[in-house]
T-cell receptor
Framework: DTGVSQDPRHKITKRGQNVTFRCDPI?????LYWYRQTLGQGPEFLTYFQNEAQLEKSRLLSDRFSAERPKGSFSTLEIQRTEQGDSAMYLCASRPPRTSGSPHNEQFFGPGTRLTVL | AQSVTQPDIHITVSEGASLELRCNYSYGATPYLFWYVQSPGQGLQLLLKYFSGDTLVQGIKGFEAEFKRSQSSFNLRKPSVHWSDAAEYFCAVALLQAGTALIFGKGTTLSVSS
């Protein structure tokens, strides 16, 4: 399977614990995005990387959240001191380099990591 | 601020009947528009996209959507719904100023009755 993969698919943790999620994008996709989706809502943008550089962070990304993409391939999203409000589906998406023939390529989404904070 | 509105939270359609899911956007310029589908336990799959040109776009699985600038709408249609189309559908707009991150509507859940 050459799609976007995420690990783990499900994570249950207690409030106050730290959690880390991993995303492996489609090979050669230089842009990687993290979104959060809560029940009854559409996905909300958290942050994105172009290669290894984190170029944008939304206001949703509090100080307890940190994301990395150290070698421009896989990415990790860490949440420190989890709160019950962090319970959500965390989605990763990747996008190929922009080309003249397709100025705005679509984003390809992974299956998500569902986080439950007790 | 840019936003996407999907007025219908839940729609039920009989199998074989036609379908239209509504999407309205608020944006300062002509946006890039997308429809995604999400089945339980699955990631988001792109159905179709509009960037420019012909305002009627064809997508996968027999879906189409029409961009109407005057109404700021991008409604999704299918002439004959199949039971396998039951899923959640999201309309999205590209936010160009933020690295082309997507802004999603809240989604419409489609149920298909036999």
């Amino acid at each position: 399977d050459t799609g976007v993969s995420q690990d783990p698919r499900h994570k249950i943790t207690k409030r106050g614990q730290n959690v880390t999620f991993r995303c492996d994008p489609i090979s050669e996709h230089n842009r990687l995005y993290w979104y959060r989706q809560t029940l009854g809502q559409g996905p909300e943008f958290l942050t994105y990387f172009q290669n290894e550089a984190q170029l944008e962070k939304s206001r949703l990304l509090s100080d307890r959240f940190s994301a990395e993409r150290p070698k421009g391939s896989f990415s990790t999203l860490e949440i420190q001191r989890t709160e019950q409000g962090d319970s959500a589906m965390y989605l990763c998406a990747s996008r190929p380099p922009r080309t003249s023939g397709s100025p705005h390529n679509e984003q390809f989404f992974g299956p998500g990591t569902r986080l439950t904070v007790l | 601020a840019q936003s996407v509105t999907q007025p219908d939270i839940h729609i039920t359609v009989s199998e074989g009947a036609s379908l239209e899911l509504r999407c309205n956007y608020s944006y300062g310029a002509t946006p890039y528009l997308f429809w995604y589908v999400q089945s339980p336990g699955q990631g988001l799959q792109l159905l179709l996209k509009y960037f420019s040109g012909d305002t009627l776009v064809q997508g996968i699985k027999g879906f189409e959507a029409e961009f109407k600038r005057s109404q700021s709408s991008f409604n999704l249609r299918k002439p004959s719904v199949h039971w396998s189309d039951a899923a959640e559908y999201f309309c999205a707009v590209a936010l160009l100023q933020a690295g082309t991150a997507l802004i999603f509507g809240k989604g419409t859940t489609l149920s298909v009755s036999s």
